[in-house]
Structure formats: C-alpha cells, structure tokens
C-alpha cells in the first residue's frame, strides 16, 4: 500500500495588488503516492513556483488544506512546521541557490542538525563529486553544482523532492544527466519527486506529467 505523501484538498493562493487581485493558485486539489515522480509544465505565471512554495511550506496558501505525509501543515507550529519542512522535504532550484562563499562540503552540511561529514561526503561520491568537498562551487561546472544541490537536499532524508526547473540553467547532456540521477534516486531510494519543466525531455522521466494553467491543474496526463 501506498501512502500520499503530498495532498492538496481546494487549495488557493491570492496576492493583492493595488487593487486587482491574483489568484496563483485557484482551487487544487492533489494526491500523490509515496515513490511517485510527477512532472509539473505550463506557462509563465501559471502558478508553478507558488505551487512547489506551498507544498513546501516555504509560503502559506491563503485557503485550503496541504497534507505532508498525512499532516496538516496549517494546524502545525511554526517550530512543527520548520522542522516538518527540514526533515521531510528537499528544495532544488533553477540556479542552484549554493552559498558561493561555502565549500562544496560546507554547503551539504549546512542543513545538518547534527554536522555529520561522513554522511555529506557519502552523498557527494554517490553524485560523483568525490575530490570536489573542498572546491567553492563558482569553481565547478553547473551541472556539477546541482548535484551539489541534490546532496545538500537530501542530506537529512526527505521523503519529497521539490524541483523547480532543476535543468533549467543546464545544457542538453548536464541536463540529462541530472534527470538520471533524479530517476534512480525515485525508483532505488524510493524519493517522491515533484518537478516543475519547461524542458519536454526532462518531463519524459517523470511517471506523470500535470499541466498548469491560470492556477489550476488541467485534466490529462502522459
Ligand atoms: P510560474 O512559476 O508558473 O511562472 P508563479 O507561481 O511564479 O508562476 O506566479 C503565479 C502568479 O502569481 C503570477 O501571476 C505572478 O505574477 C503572481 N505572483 C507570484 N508571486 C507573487 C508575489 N509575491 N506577489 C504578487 N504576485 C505574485
Ligand atoms: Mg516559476
């Protein structure tokens, strides 16, 4: 039996300004199954990035119930939800979002509780980034600064992995090799994927791709 990992029950997310009113998120609703790889696309300003935010609980929706897990995350402390989001989730984004001034090893400690170097330095060899702790990541290639970002997102063992165009910054081969590495960290390790794309050859390695539009998912999947 699988569980839902992710759960979006009429979920929406309203910015005023000035006087109009957007509606990023319009009424979601979303179960996803433990070991799933879903693919998000749609168009700019179609609410993708407010999604990933939310699921994430790095932004608040203004109405609905999100489940992470099978908790709620609106009935948590902050201090609940702080730590639900540390150990639960993993954040990949577009441009790496790497401390330049950290080492590459200092990076994928940095969301340690307890530092445990043995641990980073296992996941890095595991990316193929061994001989690399001690570079600044300016000194590395993109495609090897995110896999430094996949390491430092999974050094505390979510259960989700949230990408926002994670090979967006990449070109054709470093991208492809990221989207392995995130397809044998879903079907080995048993990593729940989301992904937001632009990149049709990155979707394809996803199990289910959602299409967004005007804050909203529409019918269909691959
Ligand atoms: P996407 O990632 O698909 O490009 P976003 O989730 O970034 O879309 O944005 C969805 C909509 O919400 C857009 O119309 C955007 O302008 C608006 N929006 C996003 N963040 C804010 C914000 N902080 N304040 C006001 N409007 C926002
Ligand atoms: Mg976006």
């Known amino acids: 039996m699988n569980n839902t990992v ?7 997310k309203t910015y005023t300004m000035g006087y109009e009113m957007i509606n990023a998120l319009a009424g979601l609703n979303l179960a996803l199954k433990e070991g ?5 696309m749609g168009p700019s300003g179609s609410g993708k990035s407010t999604f990933l935010h939310v699921a994430g609980i790095l932004d608040i929706p203004s109405r609905g119930i999100i489940k992470i897990n099978g908790k709620e995350t609106k009935k948590l402390s902050a201090k609940e939800q702080a730590r639900l989001r540390r150990d639960e989730i993993g954040f990949i984004f577009q441009r790496f979002n790497l401390m330049s001034q950290l080492t590459v090893l200092e990076n994928v400690i940095l969301p340690m509780i307890k530092e445990d170097s043995r641990k980073a330095k296992k ?8 001989g690399k702790y001690n570079k600044l990541p300016g000194q590395l290639s993109g495609g090897e600064q995110q896999r430094v970002a996949i390491a430092r997102a999974l050094i505390n063992d979510p259960s989700i992995i949230l990408a ?3 090979t ?3 070109d054709t081969k470093n991208a492809d090799s990221i989207m392995q590495v995130l397809q044998d960290l879903n ?5 729940s994927i989301v992904m937001v794309t632009h990149n049709p050859a990155s979707a394809e390695f996803a199990d289910e791709i959602l299409h967004m539009s005007d804050g ?6 691959k």
């Open 123 to 130: 996941i890095l060899d595991s990316l193929g980034l061994n």
């Open 168 to 170: 967006g910054e990449l």
């Open 36 to 40: 799933s790889f879903t693919a998000v």
């Open 216 to 221: 909203n998912f529409l019918n269909g999947s």
């Open 164 to 166: 926002d165009e994670p």
């Open 187 to 191: 079907r080995k390790e048993g990593v």
């Open 6 to 12: 992710l759960e979006f029950k009429n979920v929406w």
